[in-house]
Nanobody, 126 residues
Framework: QLQLVESGGGLVQPGGSLRLSCAAS????????LGWFRQAPGKEREFVAA????????NYADSVKGRFTISRENAKNTVYLKMNSLKPEDTAVYYC???????????????????WGQGTQVTVSS
């Protein structure tokens, strides 16, 4: 079993930056693709970004391309999401997820992922 814990959320002004972290425990995730999703009140969970097992391939939602960067540090069993130029519409609970397909690709559908964290709130407001 993998347990995932997100951190780094908070309140930030429009145009500001945050870096989210997701630490995994239970077993190593170096062979698995990882993703970030978000869910705003009254909306469905949506894809934000994903990274392949090696870190060599990434995938981003159009709404965050050029502003967000996903990265991973396998030695620390941690995945990051650096968010720049934040907008009010980025306000949501952000979740990290693991796809336990061996050497998987960075997929964008929630049902492709097997393990989820409990989420961290990001609020973008002046």
């Amino acid at each position: 079993q993998l347990q995932l814990v997100e951190s780094g959320g908070g309140l930030v002004q429009p145009g500001g930056s945050l870096r989210l972290s997701c630490a995994a425990s239970g077993r190593a995730f170096s062979n698995y693709a990882l993703g970030w999703f978000r869910q705003a009140p009254g909306k469905e969970r949506e894809f934000v970004a994903a990274i392949s097992w090696s870190g060599g391939s990434t995938n981003y939602a159009d709404s965050v391309k050029g502003r967000f960067t996903i990265s991973r540090e396998n030695a620390k069993n941690t995945v990051y999401l650096k968010m720049n130029s934040l907008k009010p519409e980025d306000t949501a609970v952000y979740y990290c997820a693991v796809d336990q397909t061996f050497l998987g690709r960075p997929l964008s559908r929630p049902h492709d992922y097997d393990y989820w964290g409990q989420g961290t709130q990001v609020t973008v407001s002046s």
